[in-house]
């Protein structure tokens, strides 16, 4: 079936050591999107591409960068990891054509920061 | 500014019938999403109105007003496995069909 898989599910990392959260989809759908959610809070945009075009939401800080070598795959890099980055990171797709254009969603990497 | 709200927590009974109220204030409107969350999981698309009016997919339905920036989520015959959270997102005129989510409505199902 066709769908997003995201590796690993649990994360866990030590303060400030970097970590790679990593992202594919076989649905081909040209913008994928990583959102951070912390627990009990809404999921939070930080950044999205189209194709190969990277969109930086104006408040992800610096810590956080992505790249997308191809179609299928995504990932997120937290360069110096502090508590608070400790959420539940989601990945998504979705295509610009269709009726709702909805996001497909992977299942999320919880990271834990020790 | 971009604001969506949502009751933080409501409790149902099984067989009952329960709405999950939101309301948005977003600079741009390109449509409104409704997304189930179990605790530990992705969300999962549950609906989607563009339009003013009543959406329904068999025991759920989604309402829509935009002129008054709101929007239901009607949820019949609940079931157990209905204890989820479910959040509202507003899709906004910006491009890249990006969702604004809200912080998710926490239901949980008694017998």
């Known amino acids: 079936d066709a769908m997003v898989i995201q590796n690993p599910r649990y994360q866990v990392t030590q303060f400030g050591k970097p970590v790679t959260l990593s992202c594919s989809q076989t649905l081909n759908h040209n913008v994928m999107y990583w959102y951070q959610q912390k627990s009990s809070q809404a999921p939070k945009l930080l950044f999205h591409?189209?194709?190969?075009?990277?969109?930086n939401e104006a408040d992800t800080p610096d810590n956080f960068q992505s790249r997308r070598p191809n179609t299928s795959f995504c990932f997120l890099d937290i360069r110096s990891p502090g508590l608070g980055d400790a959420a539940m990171y989601l990945c998504a797709t979705s295509t610009l054509t269709g009726d709702s254009k909805k996001l497909f969603f992977g299942s999320g990497t919880q990271l834990s920061v020790l | 500014g971009q604001n969506i709200d949502q009751p933080t927590e409501m409790t149902a009974t099984e067989g009952a019938i329960v709405q999950i109220n939101c309301t948005y204030q977003?600079?741009?409107?390109?449509?409104l999403f409704w997304y189930q969350q179990h605790a530990g999981e992705a969300p999962t698309f549950l609906s989607y109105n563009v339009l003013d009016g009543l959406e329904e997919k068999g025991r759920f339905s989604s309402f829509l007003s935009r002129s008054k920036g709101y929007s239901y989520l009607l949820l019949k015959e609940l079931q157990m496995k209905d204890s989820a959270s479910y959040l509202c997102?507003?899709?906004?005129?910006?491009?890249?069909?990006?969702?604004?989510f809200g912080a998710g409505t926490r239901l949980a199902v008694h017998p």
């Open positions: 997102a507003v899709r906004g005129t910006g491009g890249y069909n990006k969702l604004i």
């Open positions: 591409y189209y194709d190969k075009d990277f969109n």
């Open positions: 977003t600079s741009g409107f390109n449509g």
